[in-house]
Each structure stands twice: as C-alpha cells, then as structure tokens.
C-alpha cells in the first residue's frame, strides 16, 4: 500500500524536521508500503484555497481551476493512507496544514489518517483535537492513538531516533493503518 506523509510545517527555521523525517525514515524502512510519498508544504508551496466551489464539488483533478490545486489532487489519489505531522500553533494545526486539506474532497473518502504532533508541555494535542474534528469531516478515518512528542526539541537534541516507546507507537500506528485500509477496501 501506498502511504503519504504531510508535514505541516513551512516556515524558515523550522524545527519539526527530526519528527517528521523519522516518521519518513521509519516508513521507507517498513516492507508493508509498497511507496511513501513525503510530503514537505513549503516545498508544495500550495496557494490558497481559491476555487469557486468547494473541493467537495470538484468531481475530478482536471476540474480545478489551478495548476497547483491539479496536482495536489492527483497525488493524493495516488495514496491508499495519510499521517500528519504537525506543530501546534495557537492551539491549532498551522493554516498551511487545514489549507492542503481543504484542497481536496472525495480523495481522502475512506484513507485512513494516523496524528503525531509535536510541541510544548502538551505535545500538540490540542492541534490533533483540531485536526481530529477536520479530517472526520472530510472523511478519512481516524486511528485511534496518535503520537505527541511533548518539548520535542528536548527528544531530538542528540539527533538520535526517539525512544522505543515511540517507534513501538509507530509501529502501531502503521499496523492500524494498514488495518483499516484492509477493512475499507472490502467491495
Ligand atoms: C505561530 C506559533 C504559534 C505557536 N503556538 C504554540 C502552541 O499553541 N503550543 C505549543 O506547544 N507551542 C506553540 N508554538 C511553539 C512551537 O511548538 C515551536 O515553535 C515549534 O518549533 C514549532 O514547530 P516548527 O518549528 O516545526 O514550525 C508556537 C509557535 C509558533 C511559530
């Protein structure tokens, strides 16, 4: 199967990267996935929402408007499931990260989507609490556990991978993945 990963994070300086390039490492290494696409947003550099419906409206990629909107649609149709790696800014998920979704509709239907945050004390819940809520309304399905890596810095700052806690986490995060896709694709 075909496992995308989006990391939420666009801004210079950024400091997400040791999260979100383990969950790429991690999944490149795992045999189930047949491909992983990483995404990086400011590589993506996806304008803002701009069509003049909404994405659920749009019936197939050559229906936007943009280019750019194209494009993102046709590779997430490409993916059988999704994780988020996201900070938590102000309580919430960064804007760029709600506006990639919000670009596409019927395309998430029926993707599983795993959650692993990172940031202060809280570890970003409160941006997966946000983004649970979201990606329900857009259909994917949500696994149940999602991984917080509270004072992340602290974590990564030998450079090293995480904890085995964490890559057991992930571990089940994957294998609830591929579970749910497994269920979700019954005719
Ligand atoms: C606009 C903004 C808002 C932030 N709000 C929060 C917050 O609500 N909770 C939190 O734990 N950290 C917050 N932070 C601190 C981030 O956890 C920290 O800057 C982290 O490095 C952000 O991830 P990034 O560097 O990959 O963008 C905020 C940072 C920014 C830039």
Not at 4 to 23: D, F, H, L, N
Not at 28 to 42: G, N, P, S, T
Not at 99 to 123: C, Q
Not at 160 to 180: A, D, G
Request: proline content about 6%.
């Amino acid at each position: 199967m075909k496992l995308m990963i989006i990391w939420g994070s666009t801004r210079q300086e950024r400091k997400g990267g040791p999260v979100a390039y383990w969950v790429k490492s991690v999944a490149k290494r795992d045999k189930r996935f047949d491909k992983v696409d990483f995404v990086d947003l400011r590589e993506l550099n996806l304008p803002f929402y701009d069509e003049p419906v909404d994405a659920f409206s749009i019936a197939k990629p050559e229906d936007y408007t943009s280019p750019e909107g194209q494009a993102w649609a046709e590779r997430v149709i490409k993916s059988d499931a999704v994780i988020l790696v996201t900070p938590e800014y102000n309580h919430g998920p960064p804007a760029v990260l709600k506006n990639a979704l919000d670009y596409v509709g019927n395309p998430w239907i029926d993707k599983p989507v795993g959650l692993i945050s990172y940031g202060g004390r809280v570890g970003g819940a409160r941006a997966i609490e946000q983004l649970r809520s979201i990606t329900i309304e857009l259909g994917l399905i949500n696994v149940a556990n999602a991984i917080h890596f509270v004072r992340f810095s602290r974590t990564f700052e030998s450079g090293e991978e995480p904890s085995e806690v964490s890559n057991e986490s992930l571990q089940k995060m994957f294998s609830e993945i591929i579970r749910l896709h497994t269920a979700f694709s019954k005719p």
